[in-house]
């Protein structure tokens, strides 16, 4: 599971539209460097 997967996971779980989640995740995983490996190459 890529890390963007497990946060779509998350945000199923609360029941979250993702235009609820996906600009503040957008914003984390920039902010922790981490938007780059959102989705690795398999």
Do not use: N
Request: with cysteine; glycine share 2%; aromatic share 12%.
């Amino acid at each position: 599971m890529t890390l963007w997967e497990h946060l779509e996971l998350a945000a199923a779980a609360f029941q979250m539209e993702r235009e609820a989640y996906s600009g503040r995740a957008e914003q984390l995983l920039r902010q922790f460097r981490l938007w780059e490996v959102r989705h690795p190459c398999s």
